[in-house]
């Protein structure tokens, strides 16, 4: 995928599909952040590791296009980047695909606070590293 | 419904339905929470209380039968009815119903624990005597 | 709230929170279609009229921006009005409060499709009719 | 583990998580049914091929015991098991441990009815065959 260097794989489950007989919307939203925990673990020592430095990362906004409806126990490629991250705040870009087809488009939106105060907190510099390291990659 | 005074309604979500075109059986799960959290709404001040009296319910146990299959924008009679409140441990039995006919059973155990240790901790009384109250209303 | 006319209620169950201890960010998503369910319930016959008559409403977009944390036992108001409805596609905007705060604001779009091809079917004109007479409300 | 061969891997994602810092217990629920579907995908052609033969395997027992509280990006091991499969009806049996730990064990009873007319109908001979295909790998 042009652009992405990182991408993980989902099986949709059957507790995902709804009376459409399709993967229900909202499911797709989920697997975006199962995506972001994936990123974070190749490239930054997992989420864990952010919450344990005492960071809460919120999602801020999400946007999803969804271009096919997806089937129960069909596997789903993300792909996904980490983009604009400065100060305390930080944006991934997603592409979802089944066998090279798109299926959706997202992006979200994140800010970083303090986990104890909720107080907005910069990005820690060895997160923009190891994002830096992975984005890199792509060139 | 003999033996239970308390009931709480529960209209499913489309997000809750399978490709089976049915309510997903794991939705009953969250919906015995719903009928909880109604239930101690009523008698005991909330959840929230309990929570904010230091202590945390988990469950421990979860048992359902299902009787027949519930469908999008049904809405569904949760009866419930705390039982065996004693020590750390209590028990709730539900009948799920949809206009009078069984849909399903179920019962959850629970167990408090205090909430900074996570060690077992007595319920409180004022837990046990709103519980009573409510059950000897059934009488 | 202005330009709104319809709002519904939900209250944020245990199970759509998080870790964080806030209600989890997909779950506005589910709510966001349980407005779009009353909303039809309110004005067009409900949902269920609209899949009987064989047509079928996907969700191509769906857009979150959160504006504050919610939590467990909340009720929300949730705003929401259908805008732009033509040929077989329309868009509903959402305001979501709590106490006449702003917690989020959302949209999504939807295309109207044959029930059983999935191809894309006009929305009928008793749906345009229905939406027409919710909206003029507004003035 | 003793009287189990199958077994399938689930890490467990954030918005599975709540606000009591675990895995809320109905996403046990949901696992369950992930582990049948990989039970299937391995000694029976998957879930697909049942509902291609034009049956639906609807659950109409769920019991969980809970032993342990489960963490966020924890990997937990489902071992499952097919028994009692005969005529319309079949149960699971499942330990799900944590690095050897017990989690929660549990069980799950299921009838197979015809898709069209949600009769009852015996499970496919195809299907007790590669169960018991399965299960003599046990001895």
Known sequence: MEGFTFSTDVTIRFAETDAQGIAHHAS????LEVARVAFLARYAG???AL????IEALTTEVH????RAAYFDETLRIW????DLRGARFTYEYRIERDGELVANAYTRHA???RETYRPTRVPRWLIEAVQ???SATA
């Open 51 to 54: 919450r344990e430095s005492g």
């Open 64 to 67: 999803v296009r969804y271009h």
């Open 28 to 31: 797709f939203v989920v697997w």
């Open 133 to 135: 390291t992975a984005e």
């Open 112 to 114: 970083t606070v303090d």
């Open 46 to 48: 997992g989420y864990n």
């Open 80 to 83: 996904a980047r980490c983009v």
